[in-house]
Nanobody, 115 residues
Framework: QVQLVESGGGLVQPGGSLTLSCAAS????????MSWYRQRPRKEREWVSS????????YYSQSVKGRFTISRDKAKNTLYLQMNNLKPDDTAVYYC????????WGPGTQVIVSS
């Protein structure tokens, strides 16, 4: 069955960096478009970034463009989100997502940006 397991979250100071990982299984990762979403405290889950299935074209929300980088390692079936220059407003639970399985969400990984 589909499995998405996020990791790499933690507590970081403003201006710091983190790299999130998402181990994927249960579907053909090599041909899957993948996304990162986040849910900030007391807010709805929101889209952060996506990467295309074949060519790997990337897309970012305005709030993270220029600071976050999405990438994937098809040999490892792993999706990444490199986050630089983190801000307190980036505090959230981060989720990876395969839109083909729209109702499936992993447990997420918590990111706290605070001094």
């Amino acid at each position: 069955q589909v499995q998405l397991v996020e990791s790499g979250g933690g507590l970081v100071q403003p201006g710091g960096s983190l790299t999130l990982s998402c181990a994927a299984s249960g579907f053909d990762f090599n041909v899957a478009g993948m996304s990162w979403y986040r849910q900030r405290p007391r807010k709805e889950r929101e889209w952060v970034s996506s990467i295309g299935a074949i060519v790997g074209k990337t897309y970012y929300s305005q709030s993270v463009k220029g600071r976050f980088t999405i990438s994937r390692d098809k040999a490892k079936n792993t999706l990444y989100l490199q986050m630089n220059n983190l801000k307190p407003d980036d505090t959230a639970v981060y989720y990876c997502h395969n839109p083909t399985y729209s109702d499936f969400w992993g447990p997420g990984t918590q990111v706290i940006v605070s001094s």
